[in-house]
């Protein structure tokens, strides 16, 4: 009964990343701002595929699945962090935080496989044209993409399952503006090198498996668009490619230096800056990238506030 006592009828403290000073407060309200074009630069994306019958196809489809998970990954972080910091509340509750844990570890691990899934589709696409639509169906994209997010799933529950098993004590202040595993770790009260190397071999796993599945595709991508006779379809190609590897740079570049590290050799401000970077940075600019460097995207966006701006001319 005291077990249970100190484990589970408390609050965490998140200490947070930003004071009130002058320039954190401008900081902050950057953050705010990105937080905003996020918001709303997924949403546009996912209901620009939605809307336009041009884009229902599997690339696209796979890339309404990656502005959702963006956007469910950067709420999951800055609206606590924004209250917390607003109100001058610093705590979360021990299920807000299971919470946290288990959406961004799932979303993180869902969008590793799914960055692979959109890796072998420009395979495919580029490399088989002619043998495409049965490769890349729609049943089989939708259950590629399904088991994406069950996989992800599933790595959440094992990750927030086994963290919140152990006991935690003292000040319980974690040194980050949200419940990152690695920073809660640190709280507890027994030894917890056996999960750390648990969490190790599921990242080598939901990490380096799609990263070898992309780097495979790409490498297989270039021979080909070498070997590419039309100047316009290597430079379609090249754009489709390179937009894609710009994300896959940035978010295994981060995720790889936030969770293949030992607890021991962690830096709380380092984490904290990284930890900004993809839960807050990245999903604000996948979708400029894709639709900066993507003509049928920026046509396709054309086409509806178009097509809005006649019908709101119409008489009634």
Request: overall charge positive; hydrophobic content about 50%; charged content about 10%.
């Amino acid at each position: 009964m005291g077990w249970e006592n100190q484990t589970f009828n408390f609050d965490f403290i998140l200490l947070g990343i930003f004071n009130h000073s002058s320039t954190h407060t401008f900081l902050f309200s950057l953050v705010l701002g990105i937080f905003a074009f996020a918001i709303m630069g997924n949403t546009v994306m996912i209901l620009l595929i939605y809307l336009d019958n041009q884009l229902h196809t599997p690339m696209y489809f796979l890339l309404s699945q990656l502005s959702l998970m963006d956007l469910m990954l950067i709420c999951t972080t800055v609206p606590k962090m924004a209250f917390n910091y607003l109100s001058g509340r610093k705590c979360i509750s021990l299920a807000g935080c299971g919470a946290q844990i288990f959406l961004y570890v799932s979303l993180l691990g869902a969008e590793c496989f799914l960055l692979a899934v959109m890796a072998y589709d420009r395979y495919v696409a580029i490399c088989h044209p002619l043998r495409y639509s049965i490769l890349m169906n729609q049943k089989i994209c939708h259950l590629m993409v399904l088991s994406s997010w069950i996989v992800g799933s599933l790595d959440g529950i094992i990750v927030v399952a086994v963290a919140l098993s152990f006991p935690y004590c003292g000040a319980r202040e974690i040194p980050h503006f949200f419940c990152d595993v690695p920073a809660v770790l640190t709280l507890s009260c027994t030894n917890t090198l056996l999960f750390e190397r648990l969490m190790f071999i599921c990242c080598v796993i939901m990490l380096l498996f799609p990263v070898t599945v992309i780097i495979a595709s790409y490498l297989q991508v270039i021979v080909a668009v070498i070997q590419m006779g039309s100047g316009e379809g290597r430079q379609r190609a090249f754009a489709t490619c390179s937009s894609h590897l710009m994300v896959v740079g940035m978010y295994y570049g981060a995720a790889m230096f936030i969770y293949m590290r030992p607890v021991s050799d962690r830096s709380p401000t380092q984490d904290k800056m990284v930890s900004a970077f993809y839960t807050i940075l990245t999903p604000m600019l996948n979708p400029l990238i894709y639709s900066l460097r993507n003509k049928e995207v920026a046509r396709g966006l054309m086409k509806v506030l178009g097509r809005g701006s006649l019908q709101s001319k119409l008489p009634n």
